[in-house]
T-cell receptor, first 114, second 114 residues
Framework: AQTVTQSQPEMSVQEAETVTLSCTYDTSESNYYLFWYKQPPSRQMILVIRQEAYKQQNATENRFSVNFQKAAKSFSLKISDSQLGDTAMYFCAFMKYNTDKLIFGTGTRLQVFP | GAGVSQTPSNKVTEKGKYVELRCDPISGHTALYWYRQSLGQGPEFLIYFQGTGAADDSGLPNDRFFAVRPEGSVSTLKIQRTERGDSAVYLC????????????FGPGTRLTVL
């Protein structure tokens, strides 16, 4: 079975600074997808970024980028130029190829301070 | 356009009662998912519909839980004989149905069983 581990329950960062959220996963699959979702207090999960395991290049979306280390089964999220609106829970998630089931970690609560 | 909507936003019920939670997916999305998020945890997969049929119901915890999607659009999650342990936020998501396709989440229904 696949598992996703987020070892940082809480993180904080000052506005305009950079922060990195950690995620590791365990799987015997070779084809899969990885995601970072953001959940603000409104509860609505929002996709931040996704990575296909077969792609060596790290995904980027504006201020968000990932460091995908397939051999180490690590998938960290870097947020640059942090903004107050980035304050939220962040969940790392895994999806096996040819399935539609997301497996989530326990989340990291990020607080951005002015 | 309109996102995924879920009703009610909050539901309080007594142990042993029956509840129905409704999900309206994004128009045109053929895939629909239900997840359950307990306090302090990431969402856990319950069931996935492709069209009207349940393609994967492996996450339903027991036979008290049942979900339908009779016309391939709106879905209802039904819980019989509710227990205090069923208290959680129930999240619904929809997607266009490709693999992998971005799952768009609703705001969830917070169920409290007294």
């Amino acid at each position: 079975a696949q598992t996703v581990t987020q070892s940082q329950p809480e993180m904080s960062v000052q506005e305009a600074e950079t922060v990195t959220l950690s995620c590791t996963y365990d799987t015997s699959e070779s084809n899969y997808y990885l995601f970072w979702y953001k959940q603000p207090p409104s509860r609505q999960m929002i996709l931040v970024i996704r990575q296909e395991a077969y792609k060596q290049q790290n995904a980027t979306e504006n201020r968000f980028s990932v460091n995908f280390q397939k051999a180490a089964k690590s998938f960290s999220l870097k947020i640059s130029d942090s903004q107050l609106g980035d304050t939220a829970m962040y969940f790392c998630a895994f999806m096996k190829y040819n399935t539609d089931k997301l497996i989530f970690g326990t989340g990291t609560r990020l607080q951005v301070f002015p | 356009g309109a996102g995924v909507s879920q009703t009610p936003s909050n539901k309080v019920t007594e142990k042993g009662k029956y509840v129905e939670l409704r999900c309206d997916p994004i128009s045109g999305h053929t895939a629909l998912y239900w997840y359950r998020q307990s306090l302090g945890q990431g969402p856990e997969f319950l069931i996935y519909f492709q069209g009207t049929g349940a393609a994967d119901d492996s996450g339903l915890p027991n036979d008290r839980f049942f979900a339908v999607r009779p016309e391939g659009s709106v879905s209802t999650l039904k819980i019989q004989r509710t227990e205090r342990g069923d208290s959680a936020v129930y999240l619904c998501a929809s997607s266009l149905g490709g693999n992998p396709d971005t799952q768009y989440f609703g705001p969830g229904t917070r169920l409290t069983v007294l």
